[in-house]
């Protein structure tokens, strides 16, 4: 063995047994492989001159980086999520990722940021399961999809080797009894709610409730009208966009909620003089604060004290200090747009074109409505004509 192979604890000399022909073996450390098991090259049978040659090759190989070790970061949760949510926010509208984010920063981060996501196991996502079960029966399943998503993403990036939580056993949602659907007023209701939310003396507040009303519009669609989008001449109002939240609460008009939602509305001569009358009492509103909007078509139909978007939340604030004050029985503010889908059905106008006025994609959306109205009085239907038959 010469002085060079001497000086190389990687080569060893050996003797054949049958032979007794001197030979060599190469044993190296290259690193570890993606699993994190050592990479280890072995090579015998070989001549000097072999031994000496591989020798340089692998080291050349192993410091180029060739057989680099796999350096496995290990990522928290909250990392991961971070990663995932820069390339979800390119496949979503801003108020979708703004919804989005609120759940994790609620619901999922605080229970799952720090927990490594190589260490996250199938017993832990189990527990967490069951926990949003008992806080959000009707949501949680939509916390397990994202968790599902952000863990999804990991695989991908190869950074866990599968998905524990999509190997848990979902919770079942215990069956509520369910209750009678009431969100919507009868025509005398409305006709009480309207006169009295007229006595309120706010010109601005009745005005929107008439057109909640009366059109049976999306409340953020009504709060993104301006007054090109109303048609004194033709009794219409079109509509073709809505208000919307985006991130960090920021308010802003974006397209309607689905191409459905594009729509013309005919609108009743009433409803139309009401918003006439609106007009003028805006414009002497916003003269008092430096604005001339009397041939700004785009300014907004109802504004805020700033002239600018209604919050989203306001319009229920209006409804419970009406209902409060005149003691009458609240509903949602969506439950306007029940109200004149149901009045649209007791006029004997068909679901179809209940659908196209509402702007719903699907007629199943009409029909749910059409069927929640008409339930109860199917019940006391059946109950007269058992009392008819008794007597």
Known sequence: MNDEIKGIKEIEEYTTPKTGKKQYKLSMYAGKDENGKSILIRKKRLTEKQALELYYKYKMQIASGEYKPVEHKRMHFKELFDMWVKVYADTVEESTLATTTNIFNNHILPVLSNIYVDKLTVAKCQKVAQEWRQEAPRTFKRY?????NVLDYGVNLELLASNPMRK??????KRQVKKKFDDYYNKEELATFLNDCKASKSTKIFTFFRVLAYSGMRKEEILALTWEDIDFHKNTISINKALKMGLKNRLYVDTTKTIDSVRVLNMDSQTMNYLREWKQVQLKELFQIGINALNNQAQLVFSNSNNSYIHPSKPREWNMSICKKYNLR??????FRHTHASLLFRAG????EVQKRLGHKKIETTLDI??????????????????????
């Open 330 to 335: 609240f509903i949602k503010i969506h439950g």
């Open 168 to 173: 848990i056993v979902r919770p079942k949602v």
């Open 144 to 148: 397990i999809r994202y968790v599902n």
């Open 349 to 352: 106008v068909t679901p179809k």
């Open 370 to 391: 059409y069927t929640h109205v008409y339930e109860d009085e199917s019940t006391e239907a059946i109950d007269k004509l058992a009392n008819f038959m008794s007597n």
